[in-house]
């Protein structure tokens, strides 16, 4: 097994080496039609998040790797961080660009299909979901050049199985990706793009960054967290640069003009998605290892496919909270709350209008983000339960929520309008009054607590 820093390999070997209990290697044959779906959010449902990799898929040579990206811890030992630390951790490193360097070998490199040898229906393309029209390959990213400044881009769009060759796109995003098509489509050509599959989960992390500057190149946002230059390699459909230690690399181009069905599909929302972009890619040249690795990310709301755009929406909001709020101490994107609808955010509240100041930022930053909820910092913003106890006793709604009526949100956002795709964002402000002799709240202290331990440990209750 290849032991580069840069790869899902090597990122899989490390784990297996420091924390073994973090790797379930599946041996039993499985379908690809519901089974790992269904295996990973039953582990997800007993609050375990390992990496699996299902070593026999049933009609097919290459196993499947999944669920990468599903545990904070080990994304914090990806970054030397702490879980506490993790969105801090990410802003800072992510913001401190390192270019890429581009190498001559890679490892993708061994096996290369073109003509009728292109067939994707070879690859073991999970279908997630009952609802879903077809399998989809997840975790796919998409590479392209914007056609009027060669800057390239990389990112996730969902693709569908639509033939040996076809691939159904949706780029509801409406981020850079979509941008770079609607260029080269206004010009009457197709954009030139090529899918990774198979890489680290800080290239996953990386990718997810939205708000840079539109000189940058993801890349050396991914070389970033890493810490050191991304080594990338030129593959054979525009030059386009790739992860050199990725799996598989499939050449196309995305069509001009051209628009099919694509879904429904299980979204994080938790929603089958009926909306859609309805882009159609088309593959010419596959490459991949000689003995590949199929990577996909369970979709729904599994924490493989929503906890890095909590994590990087984490680390994102607090950026632009800190630029003019020095006291804001957190944010956090829950899961449940599908990794992106919700903002969580601790601040020590000096000033009344503070809170409202948070809310409007916050709202502006994110595009997916519609509800934001400032507490103080003695509320714990990683335990609801703490969340909505503030809300309960320190909210009065005449004049603590405020809505902000017609934003840009989600194509996806099954509340958004189905015309213009707006919504009603709001915030709400559950910190306590600072002008006013408040309730006091109750506390049991680190002492107490850790006295109460020892009584119930002596009980044998605990």
Known sequence: MESDNQSLRGFIAQTERSDPANVLRIREPVSHELEMTSTVFELDRLNKSPVV?????????????????????????????????????????????????????AAWN?????????????????FQFSVDAAPYITAGQITARDPETGVDTTGFHRLMLRGKNRLGVSLHSRRRMYEYHRRAEAKGQSLPAAIVIGTHPLHYMGSMVYAYPPNVRKFDIIGAL?????????????????????????????????????GPFGEFTGYASYRSTQNVFVAHRIRMRRD?????????????????????REGEILNALKRNLPNVRAVHVPHKTCGAFLAIVSMKKVAEGE???????????????????????????????????????RVKAEKDIMMVPGVKSAVIDPTSDPTTFTVTKMGIDATAPINEDFAERLVISPEQRSRAREILAAANAI
């Open 226 to 262: 890493f810490g050191e230059p991304y080594r990338l390699a030129r593959c054979g459909v525009q030059d386009l640069e790739v992860p050199a230690g990725a799996e598989i690399i499939i050449e196309g181009e995305i069509l001009a003009g051209v628009h099919e069905p694509e």
């Open 110 to 126: 061994e096996v290369v299909l073109e003509g009728d040898q292109v067939d994707l229906t070879k690859l073991p393309i999970p």
């Open 53 to 105: 990799i299902f070593e026999k898929v049933k009609g097919f040579d290459m196993p499947v790797v999944t669920n990468v990206a599903g545990s904070r811890e080990l994304l914090a030992q990806c970054l030397n961080s702490t879980v506490a630390n993790l969105p801090t951790a990410f802003r800072e490193r992510c913001q401190n660009y390192i270019a890429s360097e581009v190498v001559a070998k």
């Open 292 to 312: 590949a690795w199929f990577h996909s990310v369970v979709t729904g709301m599994s924490r493989d496919h929503i906890l890095i755009s909590c994590i990087t």
């Open 355 to 393: 809170p409202r100041m948070a809310m409007l930022t916050a709202l502006g930053t994110e595009l997916y983000t519609k509800q934001v909820i400032v507490v103080d910092e003695d509320v714990d913003i990683y335990d609801m339960e703490d969340v909505m106890w503030a809300v309960a006793t």
